[in-house]
């Protein structure tokens, strides 16, 4: 089973303009990460934020948390064509300290 | 800094034989995951290892899939019989402390079954 979901699943957006991917889980997490996905690799960290953050930002990157929500929304701005790719959300659940992964958001940009 | 490998990249067997992948952790880490990922979905969680212990495998199909991690570093995952549902690609990660650190993955094992 599968504890957050991504939305939208699939996202097409010009080179230059921002990016927004948001996703939701179900119980309370220690903390929330995002990894990236280039078709037929492996995944790579991008950032993580902890329960009791409410933004953080690397980079290109800025990532919000709301735990009252059970929601989180990454942003990638000014989008290059190299940032195509899957990106993932995973919640570090308080028992079992492990990571569950969501099914992702497919991001398409375009040159 | 070697990252995490695994091997191999790609395995096609016919269902019902044996199938084993490998992965070697980045040094020192002690979390070591192998996830399960068909295509189009996020990473599924067959097993998580501390150290040699493997303490959540409730995700793992116990009747054909068996895991191991030989004094706490390389681990293997193997699948006896495979069936044509296996076809998947299979991931290993690695992090200091569980979720409370980031996960670096391999490249995977894309299963195919025949």
């Known amino acids: 089973s599968q504890q957050g979901e991504e939305d939208p699943q699939a996202l097409s957006i010009q080179e230059g303009e921002n990016a927004t991917m948001n996703c939701s889980y179900k119980?309370?997490?220690?903390?929330l990460q995002w990894y990236r996905q280039n078709s037929g690799r492996g995944l790579v960290h991008l950032i993580l934020i902890r329960s009791n953050e409410r933004e953080k930002h690397s980079g290109r990157l800025r990532v919000t948390l709301d735990t009252s929500k059970k929601s989180s929304s990454l942003l990638i701005t000014a989008s290059r064509a190299a940032d195509t790719a899957s990106y993932f959300c995973?919640?570090?659940?308080?028992?079992?300290?492990?990571?569950?992964f969501g099914a992702g958001t497919i991001l398409r940009v375009k040159s | 800094e070697a990252g995490v490998v695994q091997s191999p990249r790609y395995k096609i067997i016919e269902k019902k034989q044996p199938v084993a992948f490998w992965c070697n952790p980045i040094?020192?880490?002690?979390?070591l995951y192998w996830y399960l990922q068909n295509l189009g979905q996020g990473p599924e969680l067959l097993i998580r290892y501390e150290n040699e212990e493997a303490v959540d495998d409730s995700q793992l199909p116990k009747d054909r899939f068996s895991a191991e991690r030989l004094k706490g570093v390389d681990s293997t995952l193997k699948i006896q019989p495979a069936e044509l549902g296996d076809s998947a690609v299979y991931l290993c990660?690695?992090?200091?402390?569980?979720?409370?650190?980031?996960?670096?993955f391999g490249q995977g094992t894309r299963l195919t079954v025949v």
């Open positions: 990660a690695s992090s200091l402390s569980g979720g409370d650190t980031e996960a670096f």
């Open positions: 040094s020192g880490h002690n979390t």
């Open positions: 119980t309370s997490i220690n903390n």
């Open positions: 995973a919640t570090a659940v308080p028992y079992g300290n492990k990571l569950v």
